[in-house]
């Protein structure tokens, strides 16, 4: 398949790098920062350019990877209609192509992405929703060469699912990063809670996560919840996060 | 060695499961649950108990592990002083076996512990105090056989890491489960988080949690925040939560 990206950011840069991986033509990296857009196309033996009128309009699809609040401008500054166009926005619906593609659709692996540390893409949901039928299958081939797991899914559910991922990869990395201040502040190293963090993540491939619950607020053990509280007395913050959630495990 | 355990869950199960496999003696099971005690006598060729008259007096070291709520009452009902006795409990202070024993301290295994699922202790930190200098050494010793990291921890300490650990462990998994929740309210299949969840907690192998972090919140994108707290309308606590999440992270 003939590419072009339009950005060049955390999840274009690892996308990027499946597609060649897999064999597809990377044409083209757009992005307004000319460091970002070198870099990946150099990656991807990629051209680049930051030039909107300068973007190769004979690719098969074009990948629109940028900031949510970016992308509806950048749609409205493509002035050809040719290709399959898709974003990447779990939040945005697709019709926002609509007035200015004929073609279009969305596809969103649901997955958190960095810069410099390389994802395996082919256990990554991949979820599609295209404005054409034909377009569909279209896609659903394309992204079946990078991953396993293609669904579709309308605007509307993957709002759900972005919504979703914010509280197992966002509010869960905050949950690490609370872990990490008590134990630093205790004296000891990060790394004696990585093999909780890691079995915990574990268990639920094997249970639900309402059946793996452990620890004193399911069985509302006062006595150590009231320990608890007390040890978080000068980080307010905390403590009231503690009590809350302690309460909805509880009345779960 | 030769062991005696006190307390026949799930800590206790991984427990002696590990000590077997190490070649450690498992003397005897005492619980209160005669099916629990069988069991567990069943799977590490020990024999067990329900009297607490009938204990093994010769063992080495007694690893008790039963509720916190429990605790205190059992070590007082112990009427004989040989050997080392040691408890398993995060916010339970060493000198609890003041009074009771010459012998003591904690022997604290900082994971989470299914009774089905097994675990690889020698990657579990395991956290020693003792009373005895002489005893430190032999308790580390043994813990040494079990893990490769084996650490010295106060009891003020051990609480720190316990509360550390409600974070990662207990209040990770109501992440987990709200975002189950979404998901199957959106009518997708609960497995489509598994990637999402496996590499947040990969990420913090590479970079702190506060380095990791992603998302709506520490963007501070109020469009997308703004959305999913309307989509949380009919769930007043998540949306609560969602927003308590929110700011705390942007604050950070």
Known sequence: MKLVFLGAGRLATQLAKACKANKHEIRQIYSQTEDSAKTLADLTGADYTCNLSDINEDADIYIYAVADKALENLISNISFNKGLHVHTA??????????HQNRYGV?????????????????IPILLETKNKADYLFLENFAGTLSNQVLSCSSDQRKAVHLSGVFACNFTNHMYRLAADIIK??????????????????KVH????????????????????????????DYPE??????????QIHKM
């Open 206 to 233: 094997e249970m639900e996560p309402a059946k793996a619950q452990t620890g004193p607020a399911i069985r509302y053990d006062l006595n150590v919840i009231e320990k608890h509280l007390s040890m978080l007395s």
């Open 185 to 202: 502040d205790a004296g000891l190293p990060f790394e004696i809670l990585l093999p909780l963090i890691d079995e915990t993540a574990a």
């Open 90 to 99: 779990g939040s945005i619906p697709s019709d926002v192509f609509e007035n």
């Open 107 to 123: 596809f969103y692996p649901f997955q958190t992405f960095s810069k410099e540390k390389t994802v395996d893409f082919s256990i």
């Open 238 to 247: 905390m403590q009231e996060l503690y009590e809350l959630l302690s309460k």
